[in-house]
């Protein structure tokens, strides 16, 4: 039975800028009104996580192809959808969010996706981009207002 | 000559690029599988506390941070000459038994599954997890899902949460189990041993007992006659947190055996100039090339490689499986495609374990950790799901850690991914018109080994996108395809 609204963060806290989800989470412990989900996993048990729930925000990082960083951007799970298919070793979010509407037999009522432009990942690192990290303020302030209103913005 | 390249579009849980050299009369002359690693990870953890290891080191990773938890746990055991309490051994044990259904299973259905139980003609936009569930039913899914979610449920009774363990410590462990944990374990221990066997039961219902599948499994371009290392159990049995080192000849002989933490004696790396990934190879055989057979020092690691390496398992059901598996396939098996098999058999024997850990009276023991003595240098092996995982460390006298160096799975398959790309494809790729599910039968051999390359980021869209690029001889671009891009 889905009956709960959730705030999914996705992020690892030592790979510079990817954790971007993991500070949105810290800002918002202690949240009323939804789970907060830190999730630091591959895409089947992001999937598995967010069974049982009607509403979920998911929060991420994306990297920018043109240089900008530390803006949010709002991705719809319809564009998530091309980067669909069989890959080498994990399943992409958007077959994650699939495989959670196939398996659970009852798709979320609504899924956004908030995600920060973020600079390249290629190495280890626990500092993160000055940017990034007031976005992830930002963000959480977003989040709050998603959960109270339901709205974003 | 003319170059078929899978290449990566973006940065994102991996690289990998496979380029498939073709001369002009459109035979394949060369096959190279190329990475770009993440570096960086060892100096990342020089200058932290040694005790630091084992929670950072789980983060290289998001699809197998126990291994990692595992390996550098025995490092900085031996590190700080702390050999842990038979309770925390078994408690450890018995984590790492959870993790390996959970990984295993993950990959089963996730990645193998859509390449063995969906026809390999499928087109690539259809061969994924979702066609798979409507293929065996929304029921058995929600199912597997379901079964699944209790090794899930273990790690996080046991580890304080699914993914990064952080319950491990030098010398032992930080938490025992109460009587509660141990109950919550044994019923859903049960759970486990059904996901076991109803694995088991759709890959023997729908690949095994296929004739189709087995000669597929041994055709010509899919059978790498290698060498292959493992650690080995007590009583030659499969064992996945101890034993020496043993490495086979392809004629299923025994090359040699050997500790650890001897391991720098053995194993050697060589470079290549297209590739970042270092090459090792067995330093008593030699570096001849990347070929098959007895003369070349190629080695692999995994599934195949313990299946090969040991005699069996020491649990009756897994046990029993591996007899059917060797019955049909031959020992030692080649065939590449044969590290799904395997890996779904380690399933029935590391439920299996829980099951039979969890009745174990030590397993609620108060006495969870050593003290730990003055730091040095510390050598860690696990049996890691994809393959033999070496994390070897040395600290001063401070604990501070001065050396990092680790040694992944993927790492040690290189050579071995190299060669099946290559042979796969001389067999396989004929001209340059390559129909879709000729790709589709070069990705399904990568995916047995199912390389984890650098996989800590989760930054969207999450997946290892590949590209094939088909160029000519004189280096001009002829095609180009995107795969999970």
Known sequence: MQRRRAVACLGNPIMGDDAFGVLVAKELEGMAGADLLLLDEGGLDVAVNLISYSNILIIDAIESKDGKVGDIVELSVEALSETKGLSGH????????????????????????????IRPVETYGESVTPKVAEAAKLCARMAERWVRTGSIR | MKRVVINPATRLEGHAKIAIIMDDRGEVQEALFQTVEFKGFESFCLGRNAEELPVITSRICGVCPWAHHMASLKAT????????????????????????????????YALAAPDLL????????????????????????????????????????????????IFGCPGG????????????????????????????????????????????????????????ASLIGR????????????????????????????????FKETSLPWTYMKFPYLQSVGWKGLAEGEDSGVYRVGPLARFNVANGFSTPRAQAKFELFRETLGSPAHQTLAYQWARVIEIIHAAEKVSELVEDPDLGGAEIRSPIGKPGEGVGVVEAPRGLLIHHYRANEM??????????????????????????????????????????????????YD????????????????EFELYDSSGRLLRSESRGT
């Open chain 1, 90 to 117: 994990a399943m992409t979010l958007a077959e994650a969010l699939e495989a959670l509407s196939l398996l659970s037999g009852e798709a979320p009522r609504e899924v956004r996706i908030l995600a920060c432009r």
């Open chain 2, 77 to 108: 055991d031996a590190l700080f000459n702390a050999p842990p309490p038979p309770t925390a051994l078994k408690v450890r044990e018995l984590a790492y038994d959870a993790f390996l259904v959970h990984d295993h299973s993950a990959v089963f």
């Open chain 2, 118 to 165: 969906l026809d390999p003609d499928t087109p690539r936009a259809q061969r994924n997890i979702l066609e798979l569930v409507k293929r065996i039913g929304r029921d058995t899914g929600a199912k597997v899902l379901a079964l699944r979610k209790a090794a899930s449920d273990i790690l996080t009774i046991v580890g304080g949460r699914a993914t990064h363990p």
């Open chain 2, 173 to 228: 462990i930080s938490r025992g189990l109460t009587k509660e944990d141990i109950a919550a374990i044994k019923e859903r221990s049960r759970q486990l041993i059904e996901l076991a066997e109803l694995t088991n039961k759709v890959f023997e219902d729908t690949v095994a007992s296929k004739k189709e599948f087995i000669d597929l499994f041994n055709t010509d371009a899919f059978v790498n006659r290698s060498y292959y």
């Open chain 2, 235 to 266: 009583d030659g049995k499969i064992g996945f947190l101890d034993g020496d080192i043993r490495v086979i000849k392809p004629d299923g002989s025994v090359l040699e055996e050997f500790k650890p933490n001897s391991y720098q004696d053995h």
């Open chain 2, 399 to 448: 604990g501070t850690v001065t050396f990092v160096n680790l040694i992944v799975p993927s790492t040690h398959n290189n050579s071995g991914i190299c060669l099946s790309v290559k042979k796969a494809a001389k067999h396989l790729v004929k001209g340059t018109d390559i129909p879709e599910p000729v790709f589709n039968r070069v990705e399904m051999l990568y995916r047995a």
């Open chain 2, 451 to 466: 390389p984890c390359l650098a996989c800590g980021t989760h930054a969207l869209p999450g997946s290892m996108p590949l």
